[in-house]
């Protein structure tokens, strides 16, 4: 510990140089003993008992590739499954997947399409689908149906989300509608 008194008496050298009037010179005294309690603190047994206390920490934390679910679009869900995903489409019908790793908890979803709006510099109401869902369910895809077409008729670029019955985001994507 005498290595550290040149040290501490280099820094209290420099306070007392820099301060003149006496006011100050019981905040820096107060530093100082700041400082010197510091420096006792942080010895090796300490940061040793400390870094591993948060490797245990750290190595009891489950990991997860994905925290909240994720949605994407393909041209079509087939007998392989998706079929061309992306994140530029031509016009026309497309599906919507999302993927969690945890049960999504929901029954009756929507799907909604914002489109940007270029003049106004902000996103629009473009369309909006609902569905019902099994709240087990970790995969599921959102196709046309009799009450929902799916389509993009126009080109631009659309936000596209998952709602929950509060039509609260629990998922969303941005994508890319060109001409064909």
């Known amino acids: 510990m005498v290595k550290n008194n040149n040290y501490l008496s280099l820094i209290t050298d420099h306070f007392f140089a820099q301060l003149s009037a006496a006011p100050l010179r019981s905040a820096a005294l107060s530093s100082f003993f700041t400082l010197t309690i510091y420096t006792k603190l942080f010895t090796l047994p300490f940061v040793f008992v400390f870094g591993v206390f948060f490797f245990i ?84 895809y959102f196709s046309r149906n009799d009450d929902s077409d799916m389509s993009f008729d126009e080109t631009g670029f659309f936000r596209v989300y998952l709602l929950d019955d509060d039509d609260k985001v629990v998922a969303s994507t941005i994508v890319k509608i060109i001409e064909k």
């Not at 041209?75 to 061309?84: A, H, I, L």
């Not at 016009?91 to 999302?98: A, K």
């Open 57 to 140: 920490l750290a190595a009891n934390v489950t990991l997860h590739a994905q925290a909240e679910p994720v949605l994407y679009l393909c041209v079509e869900y087939g007998d392989d499954g998706e079929e061309s995903i992306s994140d530029v489409f031509t016009t026309g019908y497309l599906t919507v997947v999302v993927k969690s790793d945890t049960k999504l908890g929901l029954e009756d979803v929507h799907i909604q399409f914002d489109k940007y709006n270029f003049k106004k510099d902000k996103w629009e109401f473009y369309k909006k689908f609902d569905y019902t869902i099994q709240p087990s369910h970790k995969y599921v």
